[in-house]
């Protein structure tokens, strides 16, 4: 098992995770609801669900487009989002 490459996943989907709209969704849904187990396991479900897509998607590029331009294609995506943002665009 790769511990290195665990732990760079997990403080890279911890840091994304901490503070952004879906965290503070969770904060309300479980002050809301009183149910702290129960949005547990619906949040933890979800979070499962949606990075077992990424890695799917993932493993198939990685098959059948070169790594460098994957990595390429991300910052560009990373950069297109950012300045949208920035803007005020989305």
Do not use: H, Y
């Amino acid at each position: 098992m790769d511990w290195k490459l665990i732990g760079s996943a997990f403080g890279m989907i911890f840091l994304a995770e901490l503070g952004d709209k879906t965290q503070l969704a969770t904060v309300t849904l479980t002050a809301s609801s009183g149910r702290p187990w129960s949005v547990l396991l619906g949040t933890s479900a979800a979070l499962l669900a949606i990075n077992a897509l990424g890695v799917v998607a993932g493993s198939a590029l990685s098959q059948v487009i070169p790594l460098d331009l994957v990595r390429k294609l991300g910052a560009v995506a990373f950069l297109v989002v950012g300045t949208a943002m920035l803007l005020d665009w989305i």
